[in-house]
């Protein structure tokens, strides 16, 4: 199937600090990618859609300028963490859709967030 | 609103049958996903229902009822890897995906 690939798989940062992931669809063109955090013991919630070429679409209470999300090519949506506090240490993971708007979504391998 | 139901967590025993279920209300239906997430881990995919009926791959099967707004998923032969949580995802009109909090299943010996 269809891979996509996500990094770092995991980060420790200090507080105030900025973290990067990156999400790339290695096989395969995704126009659109979905980012998700998701807490220990909870179901993923999805945090914005990434669309290439254009701005993310960010669910109700997601921060946009907290979670600077960046689709800049065909294979690649980064997510920004921008002075990151302890309270975003989480589980982030990204996926991207194969195919039409019906098709199976991929998920990247997460990357777990510890703010110190 | 929009929600997906399944069971919090679940025990069987190893080779044993074990069914999942799912309900769900959502505005529209283009789809229901099953997923498999271990501990730590990233979801992966099991299965995709558009259509009433019984899809079947290898030891999982996936029911749909659109009608009943009910779906389940059917893990036959248990095995202890099969450990981990499921999550029932329904894709509505605007085809976003609209998660289920997931279910915890937990194998014995």
């Known amino acids: 199937g269809a891979v996509v690939s996500q990094h770092p798989s995991w980060v420790i940062c200090k507080s105030g600090t900025s973290v990067k992931i990156e999400c790339r669809s290695l096989?395969?063109?995704?126009?659109?990618m979905f980012w998700y955090r998701q807490f220990p013991k909870q179901s993923l919630m999805l945090m914005a859609t990434?669309?290439?070429?254009?701005?993310?679409?960010?669910e109700q209470g997601v921060e946009k300028d907290k979670f600077l999300i960046n689709h800049a090519s065909l294979t690649l949506s980064t997510l920004t963490v921008t002075s990151a506090h302890p309270e975003d240490s989480s589980f982030y993971i990204c996926?991207?859709?194969?195919?039409?708007?019906?098709?199976?979504?991929?998920f990247g391998e997460g990357s777990r967030l510890t703010v110190l | 609103g929009q929600n997906i139901d399944q069971p919090t967590e679940m025990t069987a025993t190893e080779g044993a049958i074990v069914q999942i279920n799912c309900t769900y209300q959502?505005?529209?239906?283009?789809?229901l996903f099953w997923y498999q997430q271990h501990a730590g881990e990233a979801p992966t995919f099991l299965s995709y229902?558009?259509l009433d009926g019984l899809e079947e791959k290898g030891r999982f099967s996936s029911f749909l009822s659109r009608s009943k707004g009910y779906s389940y998923l059917l893990l036959k032969e248990l095995q202890m890897k099969d450990s981990a949580s499921y999550l029932c995802?329904?894709?509505?009109?605007?085809?976003?995906?609209?998660w289920g909090a997931g279910t915890k299943l937990i194998i014995k010996p």
């Open positions: 229902n558009v």
């Open positions: 996926s991207a859709r194969y195919g039409t708007e019906t098709g199976e979504l991929f």
């Open positions: 990434s669309n290439e070429g254009s701005k993310a679409t960010y």
């Open positions: 959502t505005s529209g239906f283009n789809g």
């Open positions: 995802a329904v894709m509505d009109s605007n085809y976003q995906l609209i």
């Open positions: 096989d395969f063109q995704a126009t659109t």
